[in-house]
C-alpha cells in the first residue's frame, strides 16, 4: 500500500525539477516534488541566468543570435559528437522559456556575454540588490511560488531512493526516505529525475572522469548532488552515458582573498606552466572552461597567472582590462592589503617574490626557462606576440617586483551527463528505447557539450535545465493521457 497517490512524481527541486513541476501541473497533472534539503533551488541559487535564444532582449538590443545560428555554433563546437535533435528542441524552446517565467514574476535583467568573444545569451535574472551571484535564487523562488499556487505537493527534506516499474517494465512509483528516514512510496504513472549530477561526489567523479576531487579537480560541490538521480536512472535499466565535468578553471584558494586578487590575476597577463612555457593566447582566459581544460593539459594540471607591480599600479590606476559578471566590482584598490591577508591566512594560491628567481623558487616553475620566457615576453610587448599572436592591448611588461603568481588548477561548476535521454527527455536504454513513463531533465542528463561546456553560449546549463524540466513535464502528462 503506497504512502502517497498522484500521477507525476518529480525528483528533486533544482531549476530542471522546478519547471518540470510547473509545467506538468499547468498541463493538468497531479504533481508530488521531493527534494533532499530543507530547501529548493539547487546548485542555481549560486547561478545568475538561463540561456535565451531570440528572446525579446536580444532583439531590443539589436543582437542577432538565432536558433539556426546557435545550432551551427553548437554543432561544430561539439564535432556533431551530440543529440543534434535534443539541442535544437532545447534552443527553440529558450525564448518562450524567458517569457513564461516572467509570467511568473522572475524579471530579467537584460541578455548578457560571459565574455568579450562569447554571444549574449545569458539571461540575467533582476534581483532587489543588483546583478550578481545567487540571481537565479529569486527564479527559483518564483518556481516555488507558482508551484504551491498550482497545488503541487513539496515534500522537503524527503530524498528519491528508487523508481519502481510494473510487470510490463512502466514506472509505477518511486520510493523515497523522508527526514526521520523513515522510507515512503508513492505511486504515480510518471517520475521526472533531475537531482542536479555528482559534484558532491568524488567516488563517482573520479570513477566517471579520472580527476581527484581536491587534488587536481576544485569544482564547487553542492550538498546534496551526490548522483542519487543518476543511479536510481541506471538501476531502473537506463543507458550509461558519459559523466563530465563542467569545468570551470579555479584560482586556487580564492575564497579566502577579496576580490582585488582574482581581479588583477585573471586579468589576460602572462600565463605560464611549470615548465615555465607559456600556453595560449591568455585573451582566451576569460573563457574558464577553457582555462580549466589548458589547466587539465598541462604537467601537474597546474598553470600560473603572472604579473608584476607595475601592471598592478596600471589597474590601480585606470581600473582592469577585462570585468567580469560574476566578480562584480571590479575594484582593486586594496591589492595591497588583500595580498598582506593572503600571507597571514598561509593562501596556497598566492605567491609573491622580490625577484623572479624567487617567484621561480616558491611555485616550482622551472626557473631557467621561466627568465626566458618572461624575456622574450617583454620583447613581444615592444613588438607583436609571436607566440601565441595576443593582442597588443594585452601585452604589457614584467619589469618590476615584486612579482605576483596565482595557481590555476582545473575545476567545475558540478557534473553533467550520466542518463541518456532523447529529444522528448524520455530516459532510454542501450537501444534508445524509452522506460515506460520515465524522464529527466537537468545536469543528470546534460549530455550536450563532448568534452568541453559551452560557454561561447553563456547560460547553458541553467538554460539546459530550465528547458529540458518543462519538456520532460509536458512530455509526462501527454504520456499519461495516452495511457489514459
Ligand atoms: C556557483 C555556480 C554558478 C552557476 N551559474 C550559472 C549561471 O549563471 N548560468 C548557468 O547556465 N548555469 C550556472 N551554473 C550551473 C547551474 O546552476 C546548473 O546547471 C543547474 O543548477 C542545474 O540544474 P538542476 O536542476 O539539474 O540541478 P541543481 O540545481 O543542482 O538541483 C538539484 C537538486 O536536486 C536535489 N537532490 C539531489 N539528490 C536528490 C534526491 N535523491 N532526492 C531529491 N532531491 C535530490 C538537490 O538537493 C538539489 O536541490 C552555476 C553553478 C554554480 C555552482
Not at 549560486?46 to 540561456?51: A, D, I, K, T, V
Not at 539541442?87 to 568579450?116: N, P
Not at 515512503?184 to 537531482?195: G, H, N, S, V
Request: with cysteine; net charge negative; aromatic share 10%.
Amino acid at each position: 500500500m503506497a504512502d502517497f497517490e498522484t500521477q507525476v512524481v518529480v525528483i528533486a527541486g533544482g531549476p530542471a525539477g522546478l519547471c518540470a513541476a510547473v509545467q506538468a501541473a499547468e498541463d493538468g497533472a497531479e504533481v508530488i516534488l521531493l527534494e533532499k534539503n530543507a530547501a529548493v533551488g539547487g546548485a542555481a541559487n549560486m547561478g545568475m541566468g538561463p540561456l535565451g535564444i531570440g528572446t525579446k532582449y536580444q532583439k531590443r538590443q539589436m543582437y542577432d543570435i538565432t536558433v539556426e545560428k546557435a545550432l551551427k555554433m553548437f554543432m561544430e563546437y561539439t564535432h556533431y559528437n551530440v543529440d543534434g535533435r535534443l539541442i535544437k528542441r532545447y534552443f527553440e524552446q529558450s525564448a518562450e522559456t524567458i517569457e513564461w517565467l516572467e509570467d511568473m514574476g522572475v524579471e530579467f535583467e537584460g541578455a548578457y556575454k560571459y565574455f568579450t568573444k562569447s554571444e549574449p545569451t545569458w539571461h540575467i535574472v533582476k534581483t532587489d540588490q543588483g546583478i550578481g551571484p545567487r540571481a537565479a535564487s529569486f527564479m527559483n523562488k518564483a518556481l516555488y511560488a507558482r508551484g504551491q499556487e498550482l497545488g503541487v505537493k513539496f515534500l522537503l527534506e524527503t530524498a528519491g531512493k528508487k523508481i519502481l516499474k510494473d510487470e510490463d517494465g512502466k514506472v509505477c512509483g518511486v520510493v523515497a526516505e523522508d527526514k526521520e528516514g523513515k522510507e515512503i512510496t508513492i505511486a504515480c504513472k510518471a517520475a521526472i529525475i533531475a537531482t542536479g549530477g555528482a559534484g558532491a561526489n568524488p567516488e563517482l567523479i573520479q570513477k566517471e572522469t579520472g580527476y581527484k576531487f581536491g587534488e587536481d579537480m576544485f569544482n564547487f560541490a553542492i550538498p546534496g548532488n551526490v548522483g542519487d538521480g543518476i543511479r536510481m536512472a541506471w538501476e531502473a535499466g537506463v543507458d550509461h552515458v558519459p559523466v563530465r565535468i563542467e569545468q570551470a578553471a579555479n584560482f586556487e584558494g580564492i575564497d579566502e582573498l577579496p576580490q582585488s586578487i582574482p581581479n588583477v590575476l585573471m586579468q589576460p597577463n602572462l600565463l605560464v606552466d611549470l615548465h615555465g612555457k607559456r600556453v595560449m593566447d591568455e585573451e582566451e582566459m576569460q573563457n574558464t572552461t577553457f582555462l580549466s581544460n589548458a589547466a587539465s593539459h598541462a604537467k601537474h594540471r597546474k598553470l600560473f597567472s603572472i604579473v608584476d607591480s607595475s601592471i598592478v599600479k596600471y589597474y590601480m590606476r585606470n581600473g582592469v582590462d577585462e570585468i567580469s559578471m560574476v566578480r562584480t566590482n571590479p575594484d582593486v584598490s586594496d591589492f595591497t592589503e588583500g595580498v598582506r591577508m593572503a600571507a597571514e591566512t598561509g593562501n596556497k594560491g598566492l605567491f609573491v617574490a622580490d625577484s623572479l628567481e624567487e617567484l621561480a623558487e616558491k611555485t616550482g616553475i622551472d626557473q631557467e626557462n621561466l627568465l626566458e620566457t618572461i624575456e622574450e615576453y617583454n620583447d613581444y610587448c615592444d613588438s607583436t606576440d609571436e607566440e601565441f599572436f595576443k593582442r597588443k592591448k594585452y601585452l604589457r611588461p614584467l619589469v618590476k617586483a615584486p612579482y605576483y603568481a596565482a595557481a590555476i588548477r582545473p575545476g567545475g561548476y558540478g557534473t553533467v551527463g550520466g542518463i541518456r535521454i532523447n529529444e522528448n527527455c524520455e530516459a532510454c536504454d542501450s537501444e534508445f528505447e524509452p522506460i515506460p513513463g520515465l524522464y529527466a531533465a537537468g545536469a543528470d542528463a546534460c549530455n550536450i557539450y563532448d568534452d568541453s561546456y559551452m560557454f561561447l553560449l553563456p547560460g547553458n546549463s541553467m538554460g539546459f535545465a530550465v528547458n529540458t524540466g518543462r519538456i520532460a513535464g509536458m512530455q509526462a502528462v501527454e504520456y499519461i493521457d495516452d495511457e489514459d
